[in-house]
């Protein structure tokens, strides 16, 4: 009896000792720096999946809880992790781009997402109406919980192949089935029209800063002067911001010479974004609106033209946001986006960093979205 148990504690402590070894491994094969080591991590996963009551999630949740327990710990508010939907769908909005069918999703009363299909999109071609109820994409089958970003992931995919839409088509809600060829379909990230009182006035409003922003701006542009236009407002209002050379470039277009920003990464040397030649509206009567949620690439637009007197900024400080990340691909096309870098327009007081651009011109929290800021814009271009 007494070698039984014996050997079965034998057996219990190999197992143990295996067990604690296998999570050592995956762990170190986790964190692969040299001279690194995780202990009470090791320890807390053999604990945690020893004696929890539920069953532990899957390897790549516990992956994703663990990077994100560690970005918390390092305590950068802009350095994240994202997973791979998430970034699929914001490296389109960046590259202001993607592989789709042209359709607006939205939602009914109920809860479930109804297809709009663009004017001359795939979607509009191959017999989608408005209002048509998505059930299913391929294989996925779509219900009201059905999460938005699962559903576009779906839809979008490479220019050229193909995918099979389910609808249920109101009033009966008869399911119908189309199989559509995904075309590039363009995301603008700069929507523009001429004022409705004063018709030389040409709005931008930029809603991003993309790749395609800058070429935006300029086709915005030259089709309002083709209507009239004469005097001209940016509208980075609830911008959050994007790609920084396209800011840089987006600024470009306005200025004549001199430094856009500076950025300095850790243990390099500083860098200059400068006016190469000059832009093409280099004379254009400008106003800036920003608000709190002006951020990143927009502040770059905005404070490169405010501090070369380019334009007045009308309206909140920004969010000050002056901090560059790096995005790095991983393994399963999720992302780390990593603080690696400070950036700044040269002259201008206080810095954008914790206190935002202030504006030249400010204007009450309570009337920002109202028609005031635009009479503000119109009141201050026209004077001139």
Known sequence: ???????????????????????????????????????????????????????????PAIEYGMIRGMLTAYGDPYSIFVEPVQHELESNK?????????????????????LYPFQDSPAAKAGIQN??????????????????????????GPEGTQVKIKVARPPAYTVQEFTIKRAIITLPSVTWNLDSDESRLGILKINRIAASTPDEIKHAITDLQKQGASHFILDLRDNHGGLLTAGVDAAR????????????????????FKVETPGPFIDLPLAVLVNHDTASAAEILAGALKVHKRADLIGQPTYGKDTIQLVFDLKDKSSLHITSAHWWVPGLEPPVGGHGLQPDILIPEEAMNSRQIIEKAIELLFAK
């Open 1 to 59: 009896m007494r070698n039984q148990q014996f050997f079965l504690l034998l057996i219990a402590s190999i197992l143990c000792l295996t067990f604690g070894f296998g999570t050592g491994y995956l762990v170190h094969a986790y964190f692969p720096l040299s001279g690194v080591n995780f202990p009470i991590l090791i320890e807390a996963y053999t604990l945690l999946d020893n004696h929890g009551l539920e069953d532990l999630p899957s390897p």
């Open 94 to 114: 960046l590259e202001g781009k993607f592989g789709g069918i042209g359709a607006q999703l939205n939602w009914d009363k109920d809860g479930y997402i109804i």
């Open 131 to 156: 209002g048509d109820r998505l059930v299913g994409v391929d294989d996925l089958e779509i219900i009201s919980q059905t999460p938005i970003e699962t559903v576009l992931a779906a839809i979008r």
């Open 253 to 272: 277009l306005f200025l004549n010479q001199g430094v856009v920003i500076q950025q300095e990464y850790r243990g390099q040397a500083v860098e200059n």
